[in-house]
């Protein structure tokens, strides 16, 4: 920050900026981060007659923002925030009552959910595990043929421990798990998998594959031509996180007695098996989908806004399959999420709408043992869907989905 009498004036800042003098992002080395997000809104307001006085209204630290989660800030979006449950989780990390905050913009998706939630906490809650856990990068390299490919891929395997320290020596505490090889042509492509702990682990994974890559480069006729070659995947629909996972694979389920059913969700385990056949099974499959689910996307969605998880990552989090099968006197019913990558440290879990958010569930910050809180939300996050599921499902066998949104004035 300069000793300019005018570092102070948002509008003198937003001035300078309009006659070249200075570069939005450089108004972060002028003033404080409060005083230079103004002088971008007095611009934009300028520029495009805009009213950004809703923008300009926030709660959150804009030097925590501005250092940590965004560029160029000018102020933040609010999303509405409400909340479902309590449902009763038994997880292999969660067990309790838990509230979940949904943020979001869909009308009748937090009343939907809850409406599932209710009816799994009237059968006594739901139970829930992460099954598997590993947060993925996988760089391509270059080779002249095929016969250099299997030399890289030998090393690799008769390596795992050079690369193990490579990697580890760049976190605190991440650990590499493994590391899957791919050959396409003269291409190699290593898809490194850690356990995060209690963070998401994106930043983390890259940091440590880079080290990783050097080591290769270094021993191998490979030659690094992109740290993430598309394989890990992220951010993108891609059926090997369906079958291999990411971040948290994650599954919730539920048996529901015919009575509950009946009474809470107005039709009866029959109907909801058969719709959720012909729709998440059937439908998917000929729609050629990578998730077999009604909406679990909504919920993750939901979610992730409201705790501070990368939204974008609810691509994968949409990679779920929904069972449900009427039993003789109930309605058992699932959902699998085969890549939730969530975490509650790091990124946007330390903005204080979201931390608050993380305080509701009782799952902020770093768990002991490290790793217990991410999978706890990954567990009540699994319910929450599930919940979404059951009482879409519901809601279609009984023909009542427009009349609910009609009711909520959606």
């Not at 058969?274 to 729609?287: F, I």
């Not at 998730?291 to 705790?307: C, R, S, Y």
């Not at 931390?355 to 799952?363: F, K, M, P, R, T």
Request: glycine share 10%; charged share 25%.
């Amino acid at each position: 920050m300069t000793d300019d009498s005018a570092a102070d004036d948002p509008d003198a800042l937003a001035e300078r900026v309009r006659e070249g003098e200075l570069r939005l992002h450089e108004l972060d080395d002028r003033t404080d981060a409060e005083t230079a997000a103004a002088a971008r809104r007095r611009l934009l307001e300028a520029e495009t007659d805009a009213d950004l006085d809703a923008v300009g209204d926030y709660a959150l630290d804009a030097e925590q923002a501005a250092d940590a989660n965004v560029e160029n800030m000018v102020g933040a979006a609010q999303i509405p925030m409400g909340v479902v449950g309590p449902v009763q989780v038994a997880g292999g990390a969660a067990d309790g009552e838990y509230y979940l905050p949904l943020a979001t913009t869909e009308g009748a998706l937090v009343a939907s959910v809850n409406r599932g939630c209710s009816t799994i906490a009237t059968a006594g809650g739901a139970d829930a595990r992460v099954t598997k856990s590993g947060m993925t990068r996988a760089p391509v390299f270059r080779v002249s043929g095929v016969a250099e490919a299997e030399e890289v891929v030998s090393w690799v395997g008769e390596n795992a421990e050079r690369l193990r320290e490579a990697a580890e020596s760049t976190t605190s505490h991440g650990e590499l798990l493994d590391v899957d090889t791919y050959v396409v042509g003269d291409s190699v492509y290593l898809r490194f998998v850690y356990d995060t702990k209690d963070a998401m682990g994106m930043n983390m994974a890259t940091i440590a594959t880079r080290e990783a890559a050097e080591v290769v480069e270094d021993e191998t006729p490979a030659s690094l031509v992109a740290l993430s070659g598309n394989l890990c995947s992220d951010k993108k629909p891609a059926a090997i996180n369906a079958v291999e996972g990411r971040g948290r694979s994650v599954t919730a389920d539920v048996e529901i007695p015919r009575e509950t059913v009946e009474d809470r969700l107005h039709t009866t385990p029959e109907a909801i098996e058969e719709a959720n056949t012909r729709k998440n099974l059937v439908g998917s499959a000929k729609a050629g989908s990578l998730g077999f689910n009604a909406h679990a996307a909504n919920v993750v969605a939901a979610a992730f806004l409201a705790t501070g998880q990368d939204a974008a990552q609810v691509v994968e989090g949409a990679n779920a399959i929904t069972t449900v099968e009427a039993r003789d006197d109930a309605l058992y019913a699932s959902v699998s999420l085969a890549s939730l990558e969530v975490g509650t440290v790091g990124g946007g879990t330390k903005l204080q709408t979201q931390s608050e958010a993380l305080d509701v569930l009782g799952l902020r910050g770093g768990g002991d043992p490290a790793g217990s809180n991410a999978d706890a939300l990954a567990e009540i996050i699994a319910v929450g869907a599930l919940a979404g599921e059951l009482s879409l499902l519901a809601a279609l066998a009984s023909r009542h989905l427009s009349s609910a949104h009609e009711d909520l004035g959606r």
